[in-house]
């Protein structure tokens, strides 16, 4: 486990994959375990670092969360302790992440780390034990449920994380507050004034200035799998994931996209082939679907990836010129299909 020191002040964000190729052959069949990950020195230190600032900053001046690297974002229920991806921790594995799914970019991996604080900081003071907070937030034992329905643009609730995270459950919704107000510059009186969901972050303000300067309740904390735990070697981890998202698909889009693009073999000219066209946008179709929809972006991506094999298979075809005409069709045909995803659990209703 790692504690950043806490007089440190905040580093410069950096590309955690950004260095020239390294060969990963030699490795990429080796179990995960024996890689002897760590995050000193490693590219996702100097974001704790920034991170510790932050937290000093704002007035928390008694506590820092401690890290430990596993297979994804968390901090177990209870414990003041974050969990990072582990691929952060070797630029080998972030481009493994870049290629196969989605490498977090920095201001992402911020964002992660302000949410997992919230959490952490919410644990070390047993907050969700008290009337105060149940009353802000609700009840921190409801049921925990990985696949809810908000209600897109409701007020109750800051913005943070895509997919209006806040929704999921009152922990969260703490999380996202806290979040919100770590942000450095973030002027969240102006940007939320009006909204019931002003009172949340006003909560943690006032909660900061009464806990900043007190130790923590809880000091000590239990990770859950660690990254010398998880079994497999690097290839099946990173299959292992991939197969998760290709789980939530079921999807054929040929149905639908013969209505937005031209048949194979169209004579009329010019055209180009209509994968390129989806391909060209990918990224930010994945970005504008997964945010505004609240559907993971892993299965954005592989829906968006489905509609790119589906017109490289069918030979569909775009008009050149035509190309805005075509990426706001795509734009509301996926978002209708994440939509249904989202409220319904599958793309289409059959």
């Not at 596993?70 to 992440?97: Q, V």
């Not at 009172?199 to 309740?217: M, N, S």
């Not at 075809?317 to 045909?333: H, I």
Request: charged share 30%; proline share 8%.
């Amino acid at each position: 486990m790692f504690q950043p020191p806490g007089s440190e002040g905040p580093s410069d964000e950096i590309a955690v994959a950004s260095s020239p190729a390294e060969p990963v052959v030699d490795f990429i069949d080796q179990p995960l375990a024996t890689l002897g990950l760590r995050i000193e020195g490693s590219p996702v230190e100097p974001f704790l670092h920034r991170l510790a600032a932050e937290l000093k900053a704002k007035g928390i001046r008694r506590w820092q969360p401690r890290y430990y690297l596993t297979d994804e974002w968390g901090c177990p229920s209870g414990h003041p302790i974050i969990g990072i991806p582990f691929y952060l921790a070797d630029k080998r594995l972030a481009r493994i992440e870049r290629e196969r799914n989605e490498l977090e970019s920095p201001r992402e991996v911020m964002m992660y780390l302000r949410h997992e604080a919230g959490h952490a900081f919410n644990y070390a003071y047993r907050l969700y034990q008290t009337a105060e907070w149940r009353a802000t937030f609700g009840p921190f034992r409801r049921r925990y449920r990985e696949e809810y329905r908000p209600v897109p643009f409701s007020r109750d609730f800051v913005r943070h994380l895509s997919g209006w995270y806040a929704q999921k459950h009152p922990d969260e919704d703490f999380a996202e507050a806290f979040a919100v107000w770590l942000t450095p510059g973030y002027p969240w009186r102006e940007r939320y004034a009006g909204w019931p969901a002003l009172a949340k972050l006003e909560y943690v303000e006032r909660t900061v200035r009464a806990c900043g300067d007190r130790e923590p309740v809880v000091k000590r904390a239990r990770p859950d799998i660690t990254v010398e735990e998880m079994e497999g070697t690097v290839r099946e981890v990173f299959d292992e994931t991939a197969a998760r998202n290709r789980s939530a698909m079921e999807l054929n889009p040929d149905d639908e996209l013969v209505d937005i693009f031209l048949p194979k073999g169209t004579r009329r000219k010019p055209v180009r082939p209509a994968w390129e066209i989806v391909e060209q946008h990918r990224n930010k179709l994945i970005d504008k679907i997964a945010h505004w929809t609240g559907v993971r972006r892993p299965v954005v991506r592989e829906m968006v990836d489905s509609i790119v094999e589906a017109c490289r298979a069918r030979g569909y075809l775009g008009m050149r010129g035509k190309e805005s005409d075509y990426l706001v069709a795509l734009t509301a045909y996926g978002t209708a299909l994440a939509m249904n995803y989202m409220t319904r659990g599958k793309f289409r209703n059959v």
